[in-house]
Structure formats: structure tokens, C-alpha cells
């Protein structure tokens, strides 16, 4: 027989808080845990190895969709890796969109913060910046 392992001692081996652990369950993303007689959770093995691969496809920035959608790939033997590369590529994508955004963030704040004189006038641009224009008020 496997051994299993409560929730707090899950949550301390995969480096998940236990309220995450309870969340992936109700979302169906780990199997609802088997039960110990006094009605706590127990989380085997193969729970805990499913647990770190969902932390580490969340650690990679995948949205809980993907993750659920790389496990299926993960469980399926037959699978094609075709798949799991298309995937990971419309993630990639997805975080380059991303990275361009913030970038373009960043920039107009740096933009913002070399015109501010930064003294002791109240003139500021990064404050006019974030005024919202006459007519939308």
C-alpha cells in the first residue's frame, strides 16, 4: 500500500500552500483526495507527483485552461507530441504579447520619469500623465 501524506505535509513536499492544493481539487485538476478516518485528506504519491507537475506548468506561466489541458496530454500515452508543442508555442506567443505590452509600459513610464524634474516644484508629468483628459470626466 502507498503511503499518503496529510495536507500540510503535501503542501510543505510540492512548495503549494494547502489552500492552493484544495483549490486544484475543486477545480478538478487533482482528483478529490481519499479520506483518512477522522476525515482528513490524504494525498498519495502519484498526488503529490501531479501536484508538482501542475506547480511547475504554473511556475512556466501556463493558465489554469493550459494546465488542465497539458495534464490530459500527460496522461495520455498515445498522445501526439505535435500537440504539446502547439500548445506551448500559442503560450509562447501569448507571453510575447505580454512581454511587448509591459515593455511598452515601462517605456512610456521611463519616458514620463526623465521629464519629471523631480524637486520641489509641483509640476509633474508623471501626475498630468495620469490625469484623466477634460473630456473624460
Not at 483518512?36 to 506548468?57: C, N, P, T, V, W
Request: include cysteine; glycine fraction near 6%; proline fraction near 4%.
Amino acid at each position: 500500500m502507498e503511503a499518503s501524506v496529510n495536507i500540510g505535509q503535501a503542501a510543505k513536499k510540492t512548495g503549494l500552500s494547502a489552500k492552493m492544493i484544495r483549490y486544484y481539487e475543486s477545480i478538478e485538476l487533482l482528483p478529490a483526495a481519499g479520506r483518512s478516518e477522522s476525515g482528513y485528506r490524504q494525498y498519495s504519491a502519484s498526488d503529490l507527483h501531479r501536484l508538482g507537475f501542475i506547480k511547475r506548468a504554473r511556475d512556466l506561466g501556463f493558465s489554469l485552461d493550459e494546465v488542465a489541458r497539458l495534464l490530459t496530454l500527460w496522461q495520455d500515452r498515445q498522445r501526439a507530441s505535435a500537440d504539446v508543442k502547439a500548445l506551448a508555442a500559442e503560450h509562447i506567443d501569448e507571453l510575447n504579447r505580454k512581454i511587448i505590452a509591459m515593455s511598452e509600459l515601462r517605456d512610456t513610464l521611463q519616458d514620463l520619469m526623465d521629464h519629471c524634474h523631480g524637486d520641489d516644484r509641483p509640476d509633474c508629468p508623471i501626475i498630468k500623465a495620469l490625469e484623466p483628459s477634460p473630456d473624460a470626466r
